[in-house]
């Protein structure tokens, strides 16, 4: 069974970085894909960044120029570099895996994922 375990969230003013942490375990499968989703009170959740086990990466235009999704495979870590933040970037973030290979390159779509951790809170203040 993967486990999922998110840290790193926390409070900054609009223009500050955070970088969050997603420490897997359970699976030692080749093939793979990773995701950073979140979710504001009253929104629904979007996917922010993905990865696959190949480095390919994908992010959400929302976000693009300003975080970095990347994995360290010898720590199973997943990570997300959040600089430039803004205060609409406030809410739950959650990571995601699931086991296997999509020619189409790593989704943003939650309903592609399979595991899920608990999430960890980000408040960015104007």
């Known amino acids: 069974q993967v486990q999922l375990v998110e840290s790193g969230g926390g409070s900054v003013q609009s223009g500050g970085s955070l970088r969050l942490s997603c420490a897997a375990s359970?699976?030692?499968?080749?093939?793979?894909?990773m995701g950073w989703f979140r979710q504001a009170p009253g929104k629904e959740r979007e996917g922010v960044a993905a990865?696959?086990?190949?480095?390919?990466?994908r992010y959400a235009d929302s976000v693009k120029g300003r975080f970095t999704i990347s994995q360290d495979n010898a720590k199973n870590t997943l990570y997300l570099q959040m600089n430039s933040l803004k205060p609409e970037d406030t809410a739950m973030y959650y990571c995601?895996?699931?086991?296997?290979?999509?020619?189409?390159?790593?989704?943003?779509?939650?309903?592609?994922?399979?595991?899920w951790g608990q999430g960890t809170q980000v408040t960015v203040s104007s």
């Open positions: 990865i696959d086990s190949d480095g390919s990466t």
């Open positions: 359970g699976s030692t499968a080749s093939r793979y894909f």
């Open positions: 995601a895996k699931s086991l296997g290979y999509t020619w189409l390159g790593p989704p943003l779509s939650h309903a592609e994922y399979t595991y």
